[in-house]
């Protein structure tokens, strides 16, 4: 690999004027500067990121922890915070952690060796030390979608209470009274307050909710097919709020299986809105807002934290909106079983 001083030592100029062409530094005449960029051609030079990110103290990077690649969420997610970074001169390093909070720290250490210019986290649920380790970090940085309490950073995040309290609301509204809920990890604030939004909404119909109507799952379709099998086949409930669309999914495969119709013998309503929702058959009625706009808004908040480092910590709750599909309607009036 070439290396400054063979481009200086190929255009017969100092290596000092040829960082001067390449940093824009110091002004050099058309001439030398001309000869540098042929010898920069030939040579297939890459000037060196590291080396001029240690001069400048910055490096245009942002680094994203993100706990699940596969989840379309949080692809979406990443999507929108790479596309607003993109169109303001900042790359992305995307660290996926896959739920391990081991992982998940290793790659915030990884990530500070990079020097990045500021963190965006969505965290691993309890991951009880990350909190204490991004206190220490000095690095800018905005937490997005899940809460970590106790840490003084900017929040984005969707209203995950208020969107569980529609979705069940939504149901109710069109007669049903024997809910089920597939919920999330307890280990996460976001399983926490959709479940509270769910609950929250039975108990303004006036609806007792028995344990066995509530099952927990991992937020995957594998998880909510699980629940689903076990929720269908135990006493079939007339509606299942499943707490992410990936669960969602689960469900509508479990139902399939058993020849259930969905929504003619079961509804089944989502959370986020990702775009594989509108795909499924029948399309998954859910509840959220435009994921793609949450990272844009992340990136921005970042973007301008770093600018100004000293501006006062603050929280964006984004309200969340009905998306009605396919796959919810009244029950059926010979539905009387779950009990």
Known sequence: MATIKDVA??????????SHVVNSSRPVSDEVRLKVEAAIVQLGYVPSAVARSLKAQATSTIGLLIPNGINPYFAELARGIEDYC???GFCVILCNSDDDPDKQRNYLRVL???????????????????????????????????DLENL???????????GAYLATEHLLELGHRHIACICGPTATSVARMRLAGYRRAMAAANIEVPTRWIKESDFTSPSGYAAAVQLLDEGR????????????????????????R?????????????????????ALTTVGQSILQLGERAAQV????????????????????????????????????FR
């Open 262 to 282: 969905v929504p003619g013998e079961l509804s089944v309503i989502g959370f986020d809105d990702i775009q594989m929702s509108r795909y499924v058959y029948p």
């Open 112 to 146: 500070q060796e990079k020097r990045v210019d500021g963190l965006i986290v969505s965290s691993v649920g309890g991951d009880n030390g990350l909190v204490q380790g991004l206190a220490a970090v000095r690095t800018p940085m905005v937490i997005v979608d899940r």
């Open 302 to 337: 970042l973007l301008r934290r770093i600018a100004a480092p000293g501006t006062p910590v603050e929280q964006w709750v984004v309200a969340p909106s009905m998306v009605l599909r396919e796959s919810t309607a009244a029950p059926s009036r010979a539905f009387d079983q």
């Open 152 to 162: 003084p950073a900017d929040l984005i995040r969707i209203d995950h209470e208020l």
């Open 237 to 260: 409930p007339s509606a299942i709020f499943a707490a992410n669309d990936m669960v969602g999914f689960g469900v509508l495969r479990a139902a399939a299986e058993r020849n259930i």
């Open 86 to 88: 993109e169109r303001n």
């Open 9 to 18: 030592a190929l255009a017969g100029i100092s290596y000092t004027t040829v």
